[in-house]
């Protein structure tokens, strides 16, 4: 496999429920992040690991809590959400945090979350 | 004021057309522009971008930055069908937290055969 996979694709939970999303990378990179996507909405950015230590949290609410136990793996783990986090949530790598043009993020396909 | 406005469309064109897609934006310390494409049920990937103010080329597609506007454009010429997706323009200052991109909310575009 190559790339970004992100599971599961789709994935409807209710606000009582506790969920997890997954980020794989094939690419040897050493930066992962979330981003969440809703519509009519730009892209936000959520989190950013480089090498593993968290750099970026963008205030986001403690009812979203990422992990990330090694640099080709991440993780959002979810509880008690609300229904406005019904998104689209993309995983992103790049070869290192810099993100400069020239070592691209490169995004997996989303999951698509709806909270009942 | 946004940092970022972008039209969201839709735009619908005819197979052949050149199409002109525009973000601007407020902050003047970005110094990178970027566009993604996003087709349905995938990610954005990045398909071209600028540093500073200035022109790129490849192949169908074009790039400017005009920094004294704050705007910045993509061109398709001889649009195609598979040209049909989301095109989102980002932004990067060159400052400290440099892996920061900033979005427009994206631009939806339908070539019609």
């Known amino acids: 496999e190559t790339g970004v996979t992100q599971t599961p694709r789709h994935l409807v939970m209710g606000m009582t429920n506790k969920k997890s999303l997954k980020c794989e990378q094939h690419l040897g990179h050493n930066a992962m992040y979330w981003y969440k996507q809703s519509a009519k909405k730009p892209l936000e950015l959520m989190f950013v690991y480089n090498f593993k230590e968290q750099t970026e949290n963008n205030s986001v609410p403690s009812r979203f809590s990422p992990e990330c136990p090694n640099s080709s793996h991440l993780f959002l783990h979810l509880h008690t959400l609300q229904p406005e986090d019904s998104a689209l949530y993309l995983c992103?790598?790049?070869?290192?945090?810099?993100?400069?043009?020239?070592?691209?993020?490169?995004f997996g396909d989303g999951t698509r979350l709806s909270i009942l | 004021q946004k940092e970022v406005e972008q039209d969201p469309g839709p735009l619908s064109v005819p197979e052949g057309a050149i199409v002109s897609l525009n973000c601007t934006y407020s902050?003047?310390?970005?110094?990178?522009f970027m566009w993604y494409r996003q087709y349905s049920r995938k990610g954005p990937e990045l398909l071209m971008y600028t540093y500073s103010s200035g022109n790129k080329e490849d192949g169908r597609f074009t790039a400017q930055v005009d920094k004294s506007s704050k705007y910045i454009s993509l061109f398709i010429r001889d649009s195609q069908p598979s040209d049909s997706a989301t095109y989102l323009c980002?932004?990067?200052?060159?400052?400290?937290?440099?892996?920061?991109?900033?979005f427009g909310k994206g631009t939806l575009l339908t070539v019609n055969p």
């Open positions: 902050n003047s310390a970005f110094q990178y």
């Open positions: 980002a932004m990067m200052d060159s400052g400290g937290s440099n892996y920061k991109l900033t």
């Open positions: 992103a790598s790049s070869l290192n945090g810099a993100g400069f043009p020239n070592q691209p993020q490169h």
